[in-house]
């Protein structure tokens, strides 16, 4: 090969790399980008907005949102969001915030009005109905796949419930009376459980308080103390012990334990917990 032709393939190569590069970055610069308050919602907008979507999640799965502290880096990400998704807990004190020091005069930020705890079924389908709307609205160009996905989900979510409450029924856990975290009270009575008396975070559990829930455990039969993994994981640990339960955690967000990215396996994570904890 000639050197003018070895300076032209050269060229050429640069040139044609460059436009891959181009295009690349045209391609995720086109795409929708979404900060999500917590992997509940994070979770659904993957399942909904695919490859339409960047997702940068702000709270730690494993982490209560109430004792989330902002850091640089989620600033820095915000001032360049389209879109900001809020479960809507009373503990996301942080967000007026946030948003006055990310001064995105392109952002739109929507706070969650779906109530009751999002690891029930029923819920979660009703937030996607949600995130559907949020994602159809601020990128309508890519509407019907946002519709698409927001079904086949919303049908797998049907099809999981179905699968759990038929476990649930055959391992007959009405009969299975429990105390709980206040916070994942809702699941437990959704799963069919008696729940006879519930406690807030560690901080509320004065010696008082701890006194009451024992002679109420004791006097009702309680196997299980479960608390809320995201709060404390051992916040009931020493009212199981006084009544001889066993102590258990369960997560209300996906990720807040290993290999339960996805709402689907964090379901499954936390109702195989309850029945081998009954067997």
Known sequence: MSKKHLIITCIFTVVIAAALISGCQTTDNAKLKVMTGTSLVADIVEQVGGNHVAL???????????????????IKTLTTAKLFLLQGLPGETYVDKLVAAADNPNLTVVKSNVTGNWMIPSVQSSAVDWVLSSLSQADPGNITDYKAAAVKYQQAIADKSVEIESKLTAANVGGIKVIASSRQADFLQWAGFNVVATFDDASSLTPQVVKDLVDKGKSNGVTLVINNLQDSEDAGKGIAASIGAKNLNLSNFPGGFSDTNTWAQAIDYNVNLLLNAIK
């Open 56 to 74: 940068f999640n702000l709270v730690p799965p494993n982490q209560h949102p109430g004792n989330f502290d902002v850091k640089p880096n989620d």
